[in-house]
């Protein structure tokens, strides 16, 4: 069974610091991975994408990196603010499947 | 363009009630799935599409219905509501039918079944 780990599932970090969210996937064959960010109460928004041949993607103060081989993509998030505050999911996709981890709740702290 | 709709917000019915969670895009995408998503457990996919007459089988497909008339929506279909189908559902979308793309989501329905 494919299964996707995101650890820790909460992280309350200042203003300002840099962070490093892990995903974790036991299928190295997959087609893609994506980061979302849901915020309560709401649907998910896409923040990257990337395929299965690239090791990167990065929108703003967003970076996504992926080892297929390590089975482990990150998402560096870049002098945080308060409005990132929210749950953040990775997904790993086989063959018209999305598998999402679990996410981690992230507290930016004024 | 609206995005990706879902109808109702919420819903709350009784164990053996039947109803259909609707969802809609304007975005003209192929490819369209449904989720369910339960505290500690993640988002599961319930069914999907790749386009208008085809549907197919997600993770956890057991006491759901689909099916695919046009491009623009995808109901899914509760024909005898069980308390374990309690969960926020939520829809997606996106441009391929191969899911290279990124998905869209709407806002999702929260459904509790007494």
């Known amino acids: 069974k494919q299964e996707v780990t995101q650890i820790p599932a909460a992280l309350s970090v200042p203003e300002g610091e840099n962070l490093v969210l892990n995903c974790s996937f036991t299928d190295s064959a997959i087609y893609n991975l994506q980061w979302f960010r849901q915020d309560p109460g709401k649907g998910l928004t896409s923040l990257l994408l990337i395929q299965s041949s690239q090791r990167e993607q990065t929108s703003g103060r967003l970076n996504a990196s992926l080892d297929k081989s390590s089975g482990r993509s990150t998402l560096y998030i870049a002098a945080s603010q308060p409005g990132d505050s929210a749950t953040y999911l990775c997904a790993a996709e086989w063959a018209n499947n999305l598998f999402f981890g679990t996410g981690t709740r992230l507290t930016v702290i004024p | 363009n609206a995005g990706v709709t879902q109808t109702p917000k919420f819903q709350v019915l009784k164990t053996g009630q039947s109803m259909t969670l609707q969802c809609a895009q304007d975005m003209n995408h192929e490819y369209m799935s449904w989720y369910r998503q339960d505290p500690g457990m993640g988002l599961r996919l319930i069914h999907y599409s790749v386009g208008a007459g085809i549907t197919d089988q997600g993770e956890v497909p057991n006491g759901y219905n689909v099916s695919r008339s046009t491009t623009e929506d995808f109901p899914l279909r509760l024909l005898s509501a069980a308390p374990s189908q309690t969960s926020v559902y939520f829809c997606?979308?996106?441009?391929?039918?191969?899911?290279?793309?990124?998905?869209?989501f709407g806002p999702g329905t929260r459904l509790t079944v007494t």
């Open positions: 997606a979308s996106s441009v391929e039918a191969a899911l290279f793309d990124e998905q869209y």
